[in-house]
């Protein structure tokens, strides 16, 4: 029976004999539920539609709880496993709650069920029955082998009665780290989930999908499935880290899919140009005809959405226009009304409303589907064409829709174009409610019981919506926070401002030190301001704080949500404006923030010794130029040949500076002074912690520190023509607010000579 099916996911079933009369019908509801959101959960990920994975519960049948819970499993479309502690006569016989006759019938009729070809088998072991000391053996040992192989545990178990052999049987599922769900009947409307035995949550239909979705991740990998997880959930620079790692061989004949994914996912981080390239390299080639016609629509809608976003970025009507008629021709080539509504949009923002109303009155007869992208579709065609109570009617059924945040930002941001070419209120959208994202803020715990602030951090969590959480665990405070945010199933997201053991080591208190690994082991991310070193300092305190808060406000910007700010005090929580990063001035003296930017030119080996002077006078004279409007925030400079090392005080100033000298390297002629060598400029900019000293050699200030190397490591794999930062320098600018440039994603990068691998930016003007 335990033999290893290739699809299956098994439930082990456990508890009480006895389940009170009064409450036996709400624990039988509880326990439906509960099963019915574990099959919810394994079909929403299911790896192959043609391949089902299978759901098994595995069961002793004895009187209570045992029946109760397989006869439940059946009726949700569970198949039955039976393990038998003893021969089934001897097991009859130890059926003796004066329900005996009823009890033995169900267990009969649960075992011709168990029977292929409709159920799993019967296991029946060797349990000597016939003394009080045997059966206790023998339930035991029966008790084990439902567990052995279990998936989930499902216990009906009352809280007094955990030293039962149901609940030693619960202790034994924990310590395997098989994840058990608990209905308690004193409390028989609500099962509560546990992972470990110090961990409980409300085993909601959140926390089930979860589990669950992990469960299948590890027993059935399905890369282009987690990739579509990250790509809803809004990560989408995972979900490029993820794709562009994934080899061939690991995705089998779904090339076209990952190459898909991994444009798609490029697209919706704002990197227009380099999604195209990369759609142009890896699906441009292919002939549609020979996809799908569903895939080969969305492949040929995917040109046509880089396009879209090039033309909004460049506030070009003709290059909307373009986009346009890119969708109309994926349209007649293979229907949809996807491609036909986003022609009908970007046909109104290039200026041809009667165009675009024909083909919004189109799109009503093409978008009949009920599901939310038939009803968003239709909203939209009604926005263009301007009629607003229907519009707002079927946006509010299309917003009762279960879709993930990233869809809905994606239509949000879309409507809110057409509402302003229309000249309509953005009222309009307010249905289309996304999860807000929080930045949370920490103190030390001075009282012994955390129960009371935990209980205010979840009431303002509640009413705060939050779906994504950013922050840090740098004192009790953070780390009661993160603990609150994952047992309500926020997204967590973590800074912290090195290596997470040495930091334990050298910040946390011993009694939190457990939790605190808790919480990074639960969180979705982790970022580090020093990737490769340990400094403990305010300043790079400071800097974490910073940094989760830039993160914070990029990831809501992707999502068209809103950033609230969480800070903790002793016994309560509050929602405060601005955070506040406290920083001693003094003691930041000796180590402060700076941005590091270094500087070459590709071409400058292939420059003749006759060209030297006009490169030294002509070019870099026009870089000096570039550079002098931000000398006030120029803290340190130096050169070598063709390089350039400048220390800013302002990340913002650094940026601008990079952008500044990448326009002047841009417009350079070099012929008209003669240069025989096509001169292209290179830019990295990082923010670390630097140590200001006075340079012996030199006999001036100037900076020393690993992050210098970091940055200048970083110079030589950024591309000739570009400027790369890393998410430090990039965090800093989305704390920044700066909207005259944007900061594209492309990739965790290794960085020259070794010194290690780096989330890295580009950084482009906007227009």
């Known amino acids: 029976m335990h033999q290893e099916h290739p699809r299956a996911i098994r439930v082990a079933a456990i508890g009480h004999r006895v389940i009170a009369p009064k409450v036996r019908a709400r624990v039988a509801e509880t326990v439906e539920r509960v099963l019915l959101n574990i099959r919810a959960a394994v079909d929403a990920v299911s790896p192959a539609p043609h391949s089902p994975v299978k759901l098994v519960v595995v069961s002793p049948m004895a009187q209570g709880a045992d029946q109760l819970i397989a006869t439940s499993a059946m009726a949700a479309g569970y ?8 021969s089934q006569a001897d097991y009859e016989r130890t059926f003796d709650l004066g329900t005996e006759d009823e009890d033995i019938g169900t267990f009969r009729d649960l075992i011709a069920k168990a029977h292929p070809p409709d159920g799993e088998g019967c296991l029946i072991l060797d349990g000597d029955m016939s003394s009080a000391e045997g059966r206790d053996l023998a339930f035991l040992a029966c008790a084990d082998a439902v567990i052995q192989g279990a998936d989930i545990v499902m216990a009906i178990l009352s809280k007094e009665r955990w030293h039962s052999q149901s609940g030693q049987t619960v202790g034994d599922a ?26 409980e949550k409300i085993a909601s239909e959140a926390a089930i999908r979860k589990i669950v979705g992990a469960l299948m991740e590890r027993i059935f990998p399905n890369p282009l499935g987690k990739a579509k997880s990250l790509l809803a959930a809004g990560d989408c620079l995972a979900a490029i880290d993820f ?7 690991a995705v089998g004949q779904r090339l076209v899919e990952r190459d898909y994914l991994l444009t798609l996912a490029l697209a919706r981080t704002g990197a227009s140009r380099l ?37 909004y970025e460049r506030g070009s009507a003709e290059g909307l226009l373009a986009a346009a008629r890119a969708y109309e021709h994926v349209y007649q080539r293979f229907g949809g009304y996807y491609p036909l509504i986003n022609a009908a949009t970007l046909t109104l923002l290039g200026g041809d409303h009667d165009r675009a109303r024909s083909l919004a009155r189109q799109t009503l007869t093409e978008a009949t589907d009920s599901d939310y992208w038939g009803q968003v579709s239709r909203a939209e065609a009604l926005l263009i064409l301007e009629d607003i109570e229907e519009a707002a009617a079927t946006l509010e059924a299309a917003s009762a829709a279960p879709v993930p945040p990233s869809d809905l930002a994606t239509t949000k941001k879309q409507l809110l174009r057409v509402c302003a070419a229309n000249g309509l209120p953005a009222s309009l959208l307010s249905s289309m409610h996304i999860p807000a994202v929080l930045y949370y803020q920490g103190r030390d715990i001075s009282v012994k019981d955390t129960a009371k602030p935990n209980e205010s951090i979840r009431s303002q969590i509640r009413k705060l919506d939050t779906g994504f959480a950013y922050g ?31 930091f334990a080591r050298a910040c946390i208190p011993a009694g939190w030190s457990a939790r605190f690994q808790s919480c990074i082991n639960g969180a979705k991310s982790l970022s580090l301001v020093l990737d490769n070193d340990v400094l403990h300092h305010a300043c790079v305190l400071a800097m974490s704080a910073r940094q989760a808060m830039g993160l914070a406000r990029y ?35 000796a180590i402060v923030p700076r941005c590091l930017l270094f500087a070459d030119v590709k071409g400058f080996s292939k420059l003749p010794e006759r060209n030297i002077d006009a490169f030294v006078q002509r070019f870099m004279g026009a870089q000096a130029q570039a550079i002098q409007p931000f000398a006030s925030d120029i803290e340190f400079r130096a050169t070598a040949g063709d390089g350039i090392f400048l220390v800013f005080k302002t990340p913002l100033l650094a940026a601008e500076c990079g952008l500044a000298m990448q326009r002047e390297a841009g417009g350079f002629d070099r012929q008209r002074f003669g240069i025989e060598a096509d001169l292209q400029l290179r830019i990295a900019i990082h923010y670390g912690p630097v140590h200001p000293v006075h340079d012996p050699i030199l006999d001036a200030p100037s900076f020393a520190g690993r992050e210098i190397i970091r940055a200048a490591r970083m110079e030589p794999i950024t591309p000739p023509g570009e400027i790369f930062v890393t998410e430090q320098l990039a965090s800093a600018l989305f704390l920044a607010g700066a909207s005259n440039y944007r900061c594209d994603y492309v990739g965790i990068l290794p960085s020259a000579k070794s010194f290690g691998s780096f989330r890295m930016y580009s950084i482009k003007a906007r227009h």
């Not at 195209?276 to 969305?298: C, H, K, M, T, Y």
């Not at 990831?555 to 506040?580: F, H, Q, Y």
Request: net charge negative; with cysteine; glycine share 4%.
């Open 79 to 86: 198949r039955l496993a039976a393990v038998l502690p003893a």
């Open 174 to 199: 924990l310590e395997r780290n098989i994840p058990t769900i608990v209905i308690a009947p004193e409390a028989p409307d609500e099962a509560v989930l546990l992972v470990r035995h110090d961990s």
């Open 243 to 249: 794709l562009r790692n994934l080899p061939d061989e």
């Open 275 to 311: 999604a195209l390239e990369v759609f142009r390299s890896r699906l441009g080639p292919l002939p549609l005809e020979d996809l799908p016609v569903a895939l080969a629509r969305d492949v040929g809608a995917l040109e046509a959405r880089c396009l879209k976003d090039l033309g």
């Open 472 to 502: 840090s665990l740098s004192n009790t405070g953070d780390i009661l926070i993160a603990e609150t945010l994952l047992e309500m199933d926020v997204e967590l997201n973590l800074v912290l401002p090195y290596r997470a053991e040495e």
């Open 555 to 589: 990831r809501a910007d992707k999502l068209a949500s809103t950033v609230l700010n969480l800070i903790n005090r002793d016994g309560g929580a509050e929602l405060i404006d601005d955070p506040i990063v406290e920083q001693d001035a003094e003691a930041c003296e």
